[in-house]
């Protein structure tokens, strides 16, 4: 699977340990920055390059990171066909994905640590979207509001 991943200062640490991970697992990692601590960078200024990957389907899937995790989410969904969340428990990471169709999480960098993060990530990967008739229904709605 190919997998998108950025940050910005908040979450260097965290997203660089991730994507360590995410290659352990043979995935295959864009990273989209940033790739050195800037305090004066900004979250959108990473996290909307991926976002659009993911909406574009060049990405199989996408994982943010910023301090809290929150900045990130917002600026993600933000985008045609992204539908990104962000993650604190393992139930949604996959739920996330086998009712709502999530494409993308986000993490918190300053709020959680890597095992915790490597747990979200399998969930999140692990997960197939399950396409029953009220979850079509339900994300054809959501959809219909990017028209």
Not at 7 to 20: A, N, S
Not at 33 to 51: C, K, N, Q, T
Not at 106 to 116: E, F, H, P, Q, S
Not at 132 to 138: C, F, N
Request: aromatic share 6%.
């Amino acid at each position: 699977m190919l997998i998108g991943i950025a940050t910005d200062h908040g979450g260097l640490d965290l997203k660089q340990q991730v994507q360590d991970y995410l290659k352990e697992l043979g995935h295959e990692v864009k990273d989209f920055g940033a790739y050195e601590y800037d305090a004066a960078d900004d979250f959108p200024d990473f996290v909307i390059p991926l976002a659009r990957a993911v909406g574009e389907g060049s990405v199989d899937r996408g994982i943010a990171v910023c301090g809290s995790g929150v900045g990130a989410s917002i600026a993600a969904n933000k985008i045609k066909n992204v539908r990104a969340c962000l993650i604190t428990e393992s139930y949604s990471a996959r739920q996330g994905v086998e009712h709502d169709d999530m494409n993308m999480i986000c993490l918190g960098g300053r709020v959680i640590g890597i095992a915790l993060a490597q747990e979200f990530v399998d969930n999140f990967l692990g997960a197939t979207y399950q396409a029953k008739e009220r979850q079509l229904r339900r994300m054809g709605k959501v959809a219909a509001l990017e028209k």
